[in-house]
């Protein structure tokens, strides 16, 4: 059986925030850990029937480029929801919401 490993190295400071995160993985196509500023990883319980989720982010993470962060994400699970299940009206919901949430950015990026 064919193994995969995902690795994430957080450095925080005195207050527990973290300043440096940076990931590494088996399958990425360049060799050695990239830093990254933000992740987001949901993972499913089977026996509590419920998700967990890590939520970390540089503190100079952008305010603008989390907001973008989190709509791509949720672009990626309306993918996700299709690929997996062949709902096509979450998926679309879910994109509909994504370009609602693009909008309200670019109209805050105006003001």
Same mark, same amino acid.
């Given at each position: ?5 995902? !690795?994430?190295?957080?450095? $925080? ?9 940076? *990931? @590494? =993985? ?16 949901? $993972? *499913?319980?089977?026996?509590?029937? !419920?998700?967990?989720?890590?939520? $970390? ?6 305010? @603008? ?16 929801i299709l690929n997996s299940t062949g709902?096509?009206?979450? =998926?679309?919901?879910?994109? !509909? $919401?994504? @370009? ?8 805050? =990026? !105006?003001?």
């Amino acid at each position: 059986m064919k193994k995969s490993k995902i !690795n994430f190295d957080i450095s $925080l400071d005195k207050d527990n925030i973290p300043e440096k995160i940076m *990931w @590494d =993985a088996t399958e990425k196509p360049e060799d050695g850990p990239e830093e990254t500023s933000a992740i987001n990883i949901s $993972l *499913w319980d089977p026996n509590m029937r !419920n998700t967990m989720r890590i939520d $970390l982010w540089t503190k100079e993470m952008p305010v @603008d480029e989390m907001k973008r962060f989190y709509i791509d994400c949720l672009g990626g699970m309306a993918q996700s929801i299709l690929n997996s299940t062949g709902d096509e009206f979450m =998926a679309s919901e879910m994109n !509909n $919401l994504c @370009d609602k949430l693009v909008e309200h950015v670019k109209k805050e =990026a !105006n003001s």
